[in-house]
């Protein structure tokens, strides 16, 4: 991947989609950080069907930390995994009081000692909701980095390296953005639509899938 071939294609993209706003629904970095804990593993639609009434109930970190476990189970059961999610997502309100002085940290090394936060999570909140350069890869992001021709590894921190080395930070926030509805759209893990695809002049995946 050149520079230049990469932004062709953040142009096309931006281009054809353009501004692109998470699809989870918050207000602010509490509800952003608890609702990211709770995406793991299933749908952002899923965890927006919670999260009205968690927050509702539980409206920052020092009630959520003060929560009981069954109380707040029986809320976001719906999403899955909800016992250790519960765990976590109390465990990491805790946490911001006890380790980070009631404010939650906006730097990677900080972010993901916090129960339930990986490297994307952390990229999630330190680019959508501090607007500061990270490049969060899920499982969209990874898919497209590889057919395009970003990146050849199917490691998560891999892919990052790969695209953060060759995109401007300001860009990092953008292209998770772009490269998610991207992937939900059309680049589709299973069936992509490459006939309609935007940037498939530039795609390694459709050159190797149509080549003779
Ligand atoms: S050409 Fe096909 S594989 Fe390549 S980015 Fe577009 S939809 Fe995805």
Redesign the pocket.
């Known amino acids: 991947m050149t520079k230049g071939r990469s932004d062709k294609i953040l142009s096309l993209l931006y281009g054809y989609y353009g501004d692109t706003v998470p699809d989870l629904n918050f207000r602010n970095i509490y509800e952003l950080t608890i609702s990211v804990v709770l995406s793991a593993q299933t749908t952002d639609k899923q965890v927006n069907g919670v999260t009205k009434q968690l927050f509702e109930k539980y409206p920052d970190f020092r009630s959520l930390s003060e929560a009981d476990y069954s109380e707040v189970e029986k809320i976001v059961k719906s999403t899955g995994f909800f016992r250790t999610k519960t765990k976590n997502i109390i465990a990491l309100s805790r946490m911001v009081f006890s380790k980070f002085g009631g404010e939650l940290p906006d730097n990677m090394e900080s972010l993901i000692e916090l129960p339930g936060v990986g490297r994307k999570s952390a990229n999630v909140i330190i680019s959508i909701g501090y607007d500061k350069p990270g490049l969060a890869v899920d499982t969209h992001v990874s898919r497209?980095a590889n057919?395009?021709g970003y990146s050849s590894s199917k490691s998560p921190d891999v892919i990052e390296k790969d695209l953060c080395s060759i995109i401007n930070p300001s860009d990092w926030k953008k292209t998770h953005l772009l490269f998610i509805k991207?992937g939900r759209i059309?680049?589709?893990a299973r069936h992509?639509?490459?006939g309609i695809?935007?940037?498939?002049k530039?795609?390694?995946?459709?050159k190797e899938?149509t080549a003779i």
């Open positions: 497209i057919r395009l991207h059309i680049c589709k992509p639509e490459c695809c935007p940037v498939s530039q795609c390694n995946y459709y899938n």
